[in-house]
């Protein structure tokens, strides 16, 4: 496991990469599916890292508390050295209800991750809609804990959401996420 910080060159106000990806539904999701929300997080996350799992419980939370923000997870782990990461373990962990968000993705080519420039899980990235476009409002930390066997006092994305849900601007600054590296398939 290497540690990492989130660096993304996407600003507040830049408009989200698009994207084609299969979820774990079968189904295949774009930016255009989740029109018909008012706020957007997609989270780079995984299904191996202890970083990652443990915003498992947060990230589900957050997708049944709020109808008008749509929760997005997008594993770019393809490697086959991390197994534990393939689509088909994505597919148990929704189907056994470890994760219940909005949808599950998988960026098999790594390419959407590339373009966020993602870099470690879980990496996420709020977006709320602007002129029928995805702009960044926030990409940061979900809450205040960052190694996964702390308590979270703070959470930073419930007043993200609240913020883009209420046409305001996000107060907290964009802090570093934490995680484990993305599993890049060319290093």
């Given at each position: ?16 990469p698009?994207?084609d990806?299969?979820g ?5 999701y ?20 202890p970083?990652?799992?443990?915003k ?7 997708a ?17 050295e991390?197994?534990?990461?393939n ?10 209800g ?33 002129d ?7 990409h ?5 804990a ?30 570093p ?5 993305i599993?890049?398939?060319?290093e």
């Amino acid at each position: 496991m290497v540690l990492k910080e989130s660096e993304s060159e996407l600003d507040r106000g830049d408009v989200a990469p698009d994207f084609d990806l299969r979820g774990t539904d079968g189904e295949q999701y774009s930016l255009a599916s989740f029109d018909d929300y008012e706020a957007l997080l997609v989270v780079f996350t995984c299904n191996h890292c202890p970083y990652a799992k443990a915003k498992f419980d947060l990230l589900n939370e957050v997708a049944a508390e709020y109808d008008d923000a749509a929760v997005v997870g997008i594993n770019p782990n393809a490697n086959e050295e991390y197994p534990e990461d393939n689509y088909d373990r994505m597919v148990e962990l929704v189907e056994d209800g470890t994760i219940d968000y909005d949808a599950y993705l998988y960026d098999e080519t790594q390419s959407v991750a590339a373009e966020y420039g993602a870099v470690c899980t879980p990496d996420p990235f709020l977006f709320e809609q602007s002129d029928g476009e995805w702009t960044l409002a926030y990409h940061g930390r979900l809450d205040d804990a960052l190694s996964p066997d702390e308590e979270a006092s703070e959470y930073y994305i419930r007043d993200a959401i609240d913020a883009v849900l209420a046409g305001e601007p996000v107060e907290h600054p964009d802090r570093p996420s934490q995680g484990c590296s993305i599993k890049w398939t060319d290093e």
